[in-house]
């Protein structure tokens, strides 16, 4: 069984942390339709959904990657770069406790989960404003014994790593190679965005489909083209928060 740990929207949502785009009005109403969407189509996918309550003073939780990344061995806990975000993690570990060990990164570390792309035993972290070298140092020790190699990775333009990068299957990457330079993947199959879409390269692989937002048409036709099946959602309301597809869930298998 697959679950889907996600978190319904704080009534703080416009508070949200902004780095890398304008601060634009969310629609709150608009928001929530789109995540309940967002949370029927994992259901539809096959997932077993939990569904956290809101944290009505923590702008960002519904965010819920930024908490955590899953591993088969274990799960990390991170610890996030935003002071505002740090309490987010804690019903979290709870959520998470029933189905892997917990691994957690402390201080002096800062580690955004999105900003952790796990590619077979390859973990690339992203060196962000949110996380940064002690991350990369902590968990290589952590998980160096389950056989994991942990490599720090530089970005420009962007809020996480996986804004620029994400996998689509373990041998396969879909990448924006204006913010994230490719000679930090050797060996893997990369599919590129179309230019006219930047922020394509954030897709969630979830049973056989790829959950992919309705906004990049022409980057979903070269994934298609590919012959991978799109699950599109649109998050539009969402992204004016830096939101994406994988920001809004962490899925255990």
């Known amino acids: 069984?697959?679950?889907?740990?996600?978190?319904?929207?704080?009534?703080?949502?416009?508070?949200c942390e902004i780095t890398h785009i304008e601060r634009t009005p969310i629609d709150l109403d608009i928001a929530r339709a789109q995540h309940d969407a967002y949370v029927r189509l994992l259901a539809d996918l096959g997932c077993q959904v939990i569904e956290l309550p809101e944290e009505p003073d923590l702008p960002d939780s519904v965010f819920v990657e930024d908490t955590a990344f899953i591993l088969p061995e274990v799960a990390v806990i991170t610890r996030p770069g935003a002071d505002s975000r740090k309490p987010e993690t804690q019903t979290i570990i709870p959520a998470l406790a029933p189905y892997r060990p917990l691994l957690h990164v402390a201080h002096p570390?800062?580690?955004?989960?999105?900003?952790a792309l796990v590619a077979g035993k390859n973990i690339f972290i992203g060196l962000s404003s949110r996380s940064n070298r002690e991350a990369v140092d902590q968990l290589n020790s952590l998980l160096g014994d389950y056989g994991y190699k942990v490599w720090g990775v530089k970005m420009t333009d962007c809020l996480h790593l996986k804004t620029a990068v994400t996998c689509v299957d373990d041998a396969t990457l879909l990448i924006n190679k204006n913010w994230v330079d490719a000679s930090n993947f050797p060996g893997f199959d990369l599919i590129e965005?179309?230019?006219s879409e930047p922020f394509a390269a954030n897709c969630l692989p979830v049973?056989?489909?790829?959950?992919y937002p309705t906004t990049f048409p022409k980057t979903q036709k070269r994934l298609e083209e590919r012959g991978y099946k799109i699950a599109p959602i649109d998050l539009s309301e969402l992204a004016k928060a830096e939101g994406a597809v994988t920001c809004c869930s962490l899925i255990v298998e």
Not at 109 to 115: R, S, V
Request: proline share 3%; net charge positive.
């Open 1 to 15: 069984m697959t679950v889907a740990i996600t978190r319904k929207i704080s009534p703080r949502f416009n508070e």
């Open 193 to 195: 965005v179309d230019a």
């Open 207 to 211: 049973r056989g489909k790829v959950i």
């Open 109 to 115: 570390a800062t580690l955004d989960g999105g900003d």
